[in-house]
């Protein structure tokens, strides 16, 4: 049996950085990856960019059954404090929208950054290595594949149950199971959103179309693109009000969310246009957009000028708040992240430690914290690393 002071099962972003600054403390580290290669998730992530952080990350870009959990690791590890580490080795990067931040190149140096900082503080990194069982509160015994390790801390780092095909398990979370934890209810987030069988009828026909909307879901509304695809819809705006929307409940789609194309047809009704209430309308959600939704409904159509108040009114209405109410969502195949989790009622907020055993750690997404699109899960996962390697 190899003897450890720290075993991090889980060699993603979290289990890599914790790895990392633990080692670089005077542990002596090992880390635990049950597939070929580290950071499988790293290396997909923003179309082989990796959206490593989002300048603008705070607490408030979180979901979680404890709103204030997330709060501490937060502060201690910041934005800045990662794109510092990430402007020490050169890596450039840019700023793509709302503060979301890619590397000009390719998602392997942030992999290529944590490894190198993992040599920097000795950790053993162990791949195609899978974990049989574990048993102790400190010392902990893991049995794996490669023979049996022990350790006075273990840090769970093992992810969500997102994207299965790159490894992804429910292992984390029946670990914390098995120790007595709380896990709160999980379900795919970050995700597209499927139509029934009507509506896919109705708008299959759409599928590739891109749109600027605001959506709302669940009390929160978000300003991006949607995008129609042969199953439903998804785009940023989808993602984000995925995590939000609860089944069997609609989702609100505003397609004039500056209210430009209301007003140019208010402008047109005042000034007498004969431009027909089709053709702005095109200009505005494009010409397919358009001729479904003349086509599918009972919209008035004909010159704007000789359009009455309550027709208006009903253009702008059916623009402005088209409920959908979705079948479901793509799943945890598709899905960018997992929604709940290690209840947080279980952990220390400054350590991620387990309140009744301390030595045992869970960070980055098998925790019960949800970030928004555009960085902010990567976010959490150096600062949930950070805060437990201070402990370990």
């Known amino acids: ?33 049950h597939t070929s290669k580290v950071g499988r998730k790293i290396l997909m992530s923003g179309g082989g960019r990796c959206n490593f952080t989002n300048m603008e990350s705070g607490p408030e870009h979180f979901l ?18 990662f794109i510092a580490l990430v402007a020490s080795y050169g890596i450039a990067y840019h700023e793509k929208k709302l503060g979301q931040l ?41 049995q794996t594949s490669h023979g049996a390790f022990e350790s006075e801390s273990l840090v769970v780092a093992t992810g969500g ?32 959103l499927i139509f029934d069988d009507a509506d896919r009828a109705r708008f299959v026909e759409l599928a590739g179309i891109s749109a600027d909307a ?29 995590s939000y929307w609860s089944a069997g409940e609609p989702v609100h789609v505003d397609l004039d969310p500056d209210g430009a194309l209301t007003e140019r047809l208010r402008a ?49 209405a059916a623009c402005r708040d088209w409920s959908v109410r979705p079948a479901g969502t793509e799943g945890y195949a598709t899905a960018e992240v997992t929604l709940g989790g290690v209840d947080t009622d279980e952990l220390s907020s400054r350590s991620m430690a387990c309140r009744r055993i301390p030595g045992l750690f869970f960070i980055g997404e098998v925790v019960d914290v949800t970030g928004h699109l555009g960085g902010h899960n990567f976010q959490w996962a150096w600062a949930s690393a950070h805060a437990a390697a201070e402990h370990v």
């Open 64 to 81: 979680s059954a404890n709103p204030h959990f997330h709060k501490s690791a937060l502060s201690r590890y910041t934005p800045w404090d």
């Open 214 to 242: 605001e959506v709302q879901a669940g009390g929160a509304a978000f300003r991006e693109n949607i995008l129609f695809t042969h199953r439903g819809l998804s785009g940023p705006a989808i993602l984000q009000a995925s």
């Open 1 to 33: 049996m190899s003897d450890y002071d720290v075993i991090v099962i889980g060699g993603g972003a979290a289990g890599l950085f914790c790895a990392a600054l633990a080692g670089q403390r005077g542990r002596r580290v090992l880390v635990i990856e």
């Open 268 to 316: 047109g009704r005042r000034e007498g246009a004969r431009a027909r209430a089709r053709t702005l309308v095109a200009g505005h959600l494009t010409r397919r957009l358009a001729h479904h939704w003349f086509s599918d409904g009972d919209l008035p159509d004909g010159p704007v000028g000789n359009l009455s108040e309550p027709a208006l009114e009903t253009l702008a």
């Open 161 to 192: 149950l997102s994207i299965p095909r790159m490894g992804a398990t429910d292992f984390g979370h029946r670990l914390a199971r098995e120790y007595g934890l709380g896990i709160r209810p999980t379900r795919p987030a970050l995700v597209p």
């Open 102 to 142: 890619f590397c000009d190149g390719k998602a392997r140096q942030i992999v290529d950054l944590l490894l190198d900082q993992c040599a920097a503080g000795g950790v053993t990194v162990t791949t195609g290595c899978s974990v049989a069982s574990v048993a102790g509160d400190g010392p902990f015994r893991v």
